[in-house]
C-alpha cells in the first residue's frame, strides 16, 4: 500500500508530498518546475 513521502526537487528545491511505496521506482515530477530530478527526503 502506496503512503505519502516527502520529495525534493534538486533543480528548484520545492518541497512536496507524494505517493511511495517502498521497493518500487516511479519516475517522478516536480509540480513547480516540471523537473524530473526528485528525490525523496530521507527521515532523519
Sequence with gaps: ???EAKFCC???GAEFLLPYTPGVTEERTC???GSNSVRRKKDK
Design 1 to 3: 500500500m502506496a503512503e
Design 10 to 12: 534538486l533543480r528548484c
Design 31 to 33: 509540480p513547480n518546475c
